[in-house]
């Protein structure tokens, strides 16, 4: 499988705290973004970073990439139960921009 | 504008039986995605659409048929349903912007083939 992996698989924190969940992959990315899925729906673009960027933040969202590492972070500052959820990276390839590749997840629990 | 819409939201086959699952997008985007999410799999690609008139195979294409009819839909069809393909399907579609290529979701179809 070429499926990226994430962790922790499962998360569980009270509001207002801080949540952070890893990425790692496999092959060389044109860029990778996070995604939302809340229980039984589609899932919600967050955030994109490409390779030649290190950090981006939007709103209470951190994102962080090591190229060198093939790894990326997702910071959720301030956490809400609204962002009980699983989050997702995907990352797109070099060798073929349009073949996103999924991680495993991380369920998220954030307990008000 | 309903972006990307899915139909049917629940189907249950049995072994052997066929159907096409529907997808259509408003927001004029070029590309179209066909995933599979398993538990604990994430997504898995089974095929795309860089663009009307063309299709490709993605991770998972085994078992499979597409059809991108025009720009706004892009169908999957199953022939002869396996047990393997119970899953939930999900049908995205994107625009190539200056950072990339932001993917939008369908609601997903739920597969049972027994």
């Known amino acids: 499988s070429q499926q990226g992996e994430e962790d922790p698989q499962a998360l569980s924190i009270q509001e207002g705290e801080n949540a952070t969940m890893n990425c790692s992959y496999k092959t060389s990315i044109n860029n990778l973004q996070w995604y939302r899925q809340n229980s039984g729906r589609g899932l919600v673009h967050l955030i994109l970073i490409r390779s030649n960027e290190r950090e981006k933040h939007s709103g209470r969202l951190r994102v962080t990439l090591d190229t060198s590492k093939k790894s990326s972070s997702l910071l959720i500052t301030a956490s809400r139960a609204a962002d009980t959820a699983s989050y997702f990276c995907?990352?797109?390839?070099?060798?073929?921009?349009?073949?996103?590749?999924f991680g495993t997840g991380t369920r998220l629990k954030v307990l008000a | 504008n309903a972006g990307v819409t899915q139909t049917p939201k629940f189907q249950v086959l049995k072994t052997g039986q066929s159907m096409t699952l529907q997808c259509a997008q408003d927001?004029?985007?070029?590309?179209m995605y066909w995933y599979r999410q398993d538990p604990g799999m994430g997504l898995r690609l089974i095929y795309y659409s860089a663009s009307e008139g063309t299709t490709d195979k993605g991770e998972v294409p085994n078992g499979y048929n597409v059809s991108r009819l025009n720009k706004r839909e892009f169908s999957l069809r199953l022939e002869s349903a396996a047990p393997s393909q119970t899953s939930v399907y999900f049908c995205?579609?994107?625009?190539?912007?200056?950072?990339?290529?932001?993917?939008?979701f369908g609601p997903g179809t739920r597969l049972t083939v027994t």
């Open positions: 927001m004029n985007h070029n590309s």
């Open positions: 995205a579609s994107s625009e190539r912007s200056l950072l990339g290529y932001e993917q939008y």
């Open positions: 995907a990352t797109a390839p070099t060798s073929g921009t349009y073949k996103y590749i």
